[in-house]
């Protein structure tokens, strides 16, 4: 089919996507450069089409944030708070049990915990939340804890990242999000992200899960003062270690919420922006299988068109969102399963309920079966 490409710059780009060849990092400035968003989107979508056919994926899962107190000070955030702020919450273990058992309605199948950096909450009591949660729902995924909780909890245990991992792994964490990785342009770490461990660490981390045989999924923080070289720079670091590992199950592009944060004076991020950087990483990501429209961050309307931008998926029900709508989010905290095959649907894609690792769920009316 022939399509009308009307920035000369991406004629090239066009060539070697029809070829299925690797993708430069001067493709990729050129892409985010070029505002030719339809020629953009075709050939991500031919590349996702080219992976997955016609199928778009969905999760039914239930957020986890043990706590929203953190040491760290981060720019970019509005759900961190410090310990003696009458606002933060802790959460016991019972609470992290019977959190879980809330959501539980819809016959969740991944449980996604997250949370801030607590002085106090130990290695030993994220392990023993992980084996409450085992116990109680052992049907249910665990995918637990960002590079940068993993780096924080084996210093204060002052044990390696390895064994770390390892102890997460043997409490039954299953895989871990792709949260904190932000930007890895140092220059702008030191502005929005200053009290975090650096990109190589963050990498670093994540090289070492998938040596321990966790798989992770990987995220690019878009939208804020990053250049369009910074996020080149940053999709190429995860295809590198990606070549290396195997490791990255699904890349998803967050965009940078201003709300509440100390960035309050930056515009939010806009649907070209959130399309386009569905579109570049799907391009430049070529071995990294699934890309993910998180519906919560870039709205249900957005998330559905990216289906047809390159995007695979679209994230879960979620039940109770929170980092993101302490920075202003106005989407709903959760999503009824209906709701999101409807957007599938709408869409002109075939709907598959997934669990964390992409197998196939099959619901039936008593019971609930994943096709390893
Ligand atoms: O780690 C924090 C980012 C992440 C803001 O792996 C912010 O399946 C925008 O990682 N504006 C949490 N972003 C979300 C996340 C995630 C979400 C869904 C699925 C998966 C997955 C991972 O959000 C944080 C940080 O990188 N973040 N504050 C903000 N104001």
Redesign the pocket.
């Known amino acids: 089919m022939e399509i009308f490409v009307e920035d000369d710059c991406l004629k090239p780009v066009l060539e070697k996507v029809r070829a299925g060849e690797r993708l430069s990092y001067d493709d990729g400035l050129a892409l985010y450069r070029s505002s030719d968003l339809l020629a953009i989107g075709y050939m991500a979508n031919m590349v996702r089409e080219r992976l997955h056919g016609n199928v778009a994926y969905f999760n039914v899962n239930r957020h986890i944030n043990p706590t929203d107190v953190c040491v760290a000070s ?1 720019r ?4 961190g708070k410090k310990i003696h702020d009458p606002k933060a919450y802790t959460m016991s273990l019972e609470d992290v049990w019977e959190n879980a058992g809330r959501g539980w309605s819809e016959a969740v199948t991944e449980f ?1 915990v ?1 949370g801030g950096l607590h002085p106090q909450l130990t290695l030993d009591w994220y392990c023993e939340a992980f084996r409450g949660l085992k116990q109680r729902f052992p049907k249910v995924q665990l ?1 637990a804890l ?1 590079m ?1 909780e993993v780096a924080y909890l084996a210093r204060r245990a002052k044990i390696t990242v390895r064994e770390t991992l390892e102890r997460m792994k043997e409490a039954g964490v299953d895989s ?7 930007i890895f342009s140092e220059r702008i770490r030191r502005i929005i992200c200053d009290h975090k461990l650096t990109g190589d660490q963050w990498l670093e981390v994540a090289r070492t899960a998938h040596q321990v045989g966790l798989s ?4 690019m ?1 878009y939208g804020h003062i990053e250049t369009e070289e910074d996020r080149v720079d940053h999709l190429l670091k995860l295809r590198a270690l990606q070549d290396e590992t195997h490791g990255f199950v ?1 890349f ?1 592009p ?8 100390a960035l309050s004076h930056l515009p939010p991020t806009t649907g070209l922006q959130d399309l386009k950087n569905i579109a570049v990483p799907r391009l430049m990501l070529d071995n990294i299988p699934h890309v ?1 429209a ?1 519906w ?2 870039m709205t249900p309307r957005i998330a559905q068109i990216a289906q047809r931008f390159g995007a695979d998926d679209i ?1 879960g029900t979620i039940v109770e969102e929170r ?2 709508h ?2 202003g989010a106005t989407t709903s905290q959760s999503m009824r399963r209906d709701e999101l095959l409807r957007l599938i649907c709408e869409a002109g894609r075939e709907p598959v309920e997934r669990d964390t690792l992409y197998h196939p769920v099959n619901r039936s009316e008593t019971t609930l079966t994943v096709q390893v």
């Open positions: 981060c970019l955030c509005a759900f996604h997250v995918k960002t940068v871990m999000p792709g949260g904190g990785a932000e992770t999924n990987c995220t923080l699904a998803i967050l965009a940078f919420h201003p709300a509440n944060t993910k998180y919560v961050m994230d980092i993101y302490d920075a």
